[in-house]
């Protein structure tokens, strides 16, 4: 069975503190994502990576950086955590460009930040 | 600008009823998804159309995409409590190099 597993289904973090979100995908696939998803905001990419060593930004990468050392990983890194900061964080992989839109996500993970 | 209406934001029906919600847009997708996602989890992919026009079913779940690609419908038949979750619709914006944009989603709830 195909999976995208996220370290952490549950964080609680003080504000400015380092964060690592780690992703692991088994599927081999090129390209990885994370997105956040706020009540009433949807769905929004943080940052996204077509390969290794490779990133770009999405729509909200302020406050955020990422890692991809190895083709399953993907690390978002939250460098000095702030409130607004809390909300679901949702990694996802898909193949290459052809079936771009069909992404696998992970379970989630929710930081709370304080 | 939200590229990808949804509507309804919200319904909630009794077990046993039909229902169609809607995802919406002035551009052109090369291809677009349905997910349902559950309270505290990742979305899953339910389907993708590909082909203006095109119906696909998955059991009591019939999806559409229009004619001109830029519209989609999934209707349920017959629902069931399990079926309670937000459905959200993804595509590909050729305007925007084939990013993938997602819609806000519409969360159903089915009352047995």
């Known amino acids: 069975d195909v999976k995208v597993t996220q370290s952490s289904r549950y964080l609680v973090k003080r504000t400015g503190e380092k964060v690592f979100l780690e992703c692991v995908q088994d599927?081999?696939?090129?390209?990885m994502f994370w997105y956040r998803q706020d009540p009433g905001l949807g769905l929004r990419l943080i940052y996204f990576?077509?390969?290794?060593?490779?990133?770009e930004k999405g729509d909200i990468p302020e406050g955020y950086s990422v890692s991809r050392e190895k083709k399953e990983r993907f690390s978002l890194i939250l460098e000095s955590a702030s409130t607004n900061q809390t909300s679901m964080y949702l990694c996802?992989?898909?193949?290459?460009?052809?079936?771009?839109?069909?992404?696998?996500f992970g379970e989630g993970s929710r930081l709370t930040v304080l | 600008t939200q590229l990808l209406e949804q509507s309804p934001q919200f319904l909630s029906i009794q077990e046993g009823e039909n229902l169609t919600v809607y995802c919406n847009s002035s551009?052109?997708?090369?291809?677009l998804q349905w997910y349902r996602q559950e309270p505290g989890e990742g979305p899953v992919l339910l389907v993708t159309?590909?082909?203006?026009?095109e119906v696909k079913k998955l059991k009591r779940l019939t999806f559409q995409f229009g004619d001109a690609r830029k519209d989609s419908s999934l209707h349920i038949t017959a629902a069931q409590p399990g079926d309670t979750g937000l459905y959200l619709c993804?595509?590909?914006?050729?305007?925007?190099?084939?990013?993938?944009?997602f819609g806000k989603g519409t969360r159903l709830h089915i009352l047995p």
């Open positions: 551009s052109v997708f090369s291809s």
């Open positions: 159309v590909v082909t203006g026009g």
């Open positions: 599927m081999d696939h090129e390209n």
């Open positions: 993804a595509g590909d914006d050729k305007n925007r190099d084939d990013k993938i944009i």
């Open positions: 990576s077509y390969d290794v060593k490779m990133k």
């Open positions: 996802a992989s898909s193949r290459g460009t052809r079936e771009a839109g069909e992404l696998f």
